[in-house]
């Protein structure tokens, strides 16, 4: 209890987690809990993405070819082979880091933006595959039409009527990556990735093995994202190749990461509360007659905060904190300090 005191950020981060496991109880509203399952889903994506993008500086575009690939897994596992989905997230997982470490091989003898450009390749190449090809290795994937899920009901099969279920699976695996993200920037991994982000020539003179690190963080933020496609299959029942192989499902995890504070533990939770529910709202009120505008907003929002925000919303945040706190913590004119 004193440390919480001592650590006022930390005091806040439990009453926040408190608020959020009893939210549920107060609110029952089915779209109200859709819409914080979806903020959880995106900041769950952007934390995963920044393990690879914001600790290693590799900046990828392709993370939907990782988050179509755990969605399809698990959808596969659980309609053909009546696979819980429990152990079809971690299959999943496994697949997509076992595909990240063959793609970063190559991948990763490019710098800079020759890599973006060759991620943003890949993902075009997984949905062409899967939009064209009805059957990959002899199991129905339904091509262009997609997949929907058969409907088994219950905690094994994942598959619930009430969205609070949902809401807390994935308000788990946010903690999860945040635990894992949190041990990372604490460990010699953490390190080591921030000496290939600041300067990779520097790094590898000083004995890093650059090229290991990065695969590294690689497969493990390919694992989790994987492991959310998978989640985001059994929240919606039904996937097709054109959304959760979708260049702009990468933009956007990419857009939530670096806008909230790349490189940060708590950026990518920023920058999902901030504007996944802009993006609700713009899809609710004005999808209809203008698609698209909620990814145009998005490129305005990043080109905002890259010109006046180069290192996101948090931390412009937590510089307007520390200024308020030496303006209240001044002393008045006249006043004495003892």
Not at 135 to 159: D, H, S
Not at 312 to 335: A, S, V, Y
């Amino acid at each position: 209890m004193k440390k919480l005191v001592r650590k006022p950020g930390r005091a806040f981060g439990v009453l926040l987690l408190a608020a959020l496991l009893l939210f549920p109880a107060v609110v029952s509203q089915q779209f109200t809990i859709n819409s914080f399952c979806l903020v959880f889903l995106y900041a769950y994506w952007a934390s995963s993405w920044n393990i690879l993008g914001g600790y290693t500086g590799q900046m990828s575009l392709g993370h939907a070819c990782f988050v179509g690939l755990g969605a399809y897994t698990t959808a596969v596992l659980f309609s053909h082979f009546h696979c819980s989905p429990w152990i079809g997230l971690l299959a999943a997982g496994l697949v997509a880091g076992l595909a990240s470490l063959v793609i970063g091989i190559p991948c990763f003898k490019l710098k800079g933006s020759y890599f973006t450009l060759s991620t943003v390749a890949l993902c075009h190449v997984f949905r062409i595959v899967f939009n064209t090809n009805s059957t990959l290795f002899g199991l129905e994937t339904g091509a262009a039409q997609g997949m929907k899920l058969p409907w088994r009901g219950g905690l094994a099969a994942m598959q619930f009527l009430d969205k609070r279920s949902y809401y807390y699976i994935i308000l788990g695996m946010l903690l999860l990556v945040l635990l894992v993200s949190y041990a990372i920037k604490r460990s010699k991994l953490g390190y080591y990735l921030a000496a290939i982000r600041t300067n990779q020539d520097a790094a590898a003179s000083l004995g890093v093995n650059v090229l290991g690190m990065k695969l590294t963080a690689m497969f493990i933020s390919a694992f989790f994202t994987a492991m959310g496609g998978g989640l985001y299959a059994m929240f919606l029942q039904y996937i097709d190749p054109n959304s959760v192989f979708a260049y702009d499902l990468s933009v956007k995890i990419m857009v939530l990461a670096v806008v909230g504070g790349g490189g940060t533990l708590w950026g990518p939770i920023v920058g999902a509360s901030l504007l996944v529910p802009v993006q609700q709202i713009l899809n609710s009120r004005l999808g209809a007659n203008l698609a698209g505008l909620a990814l145009a907003v998005y490129g305005v929002v990043l080109m905002i905060v890259i010109y006046f925000m180069p290192k996101g919303f948090l931390d412009t945040i937590l510089r307007w904190l520390r200024k308020l706190r030496e303006k209240l913590g001044k002393p008045k004119e006249g006043q004495v300090c003892r």
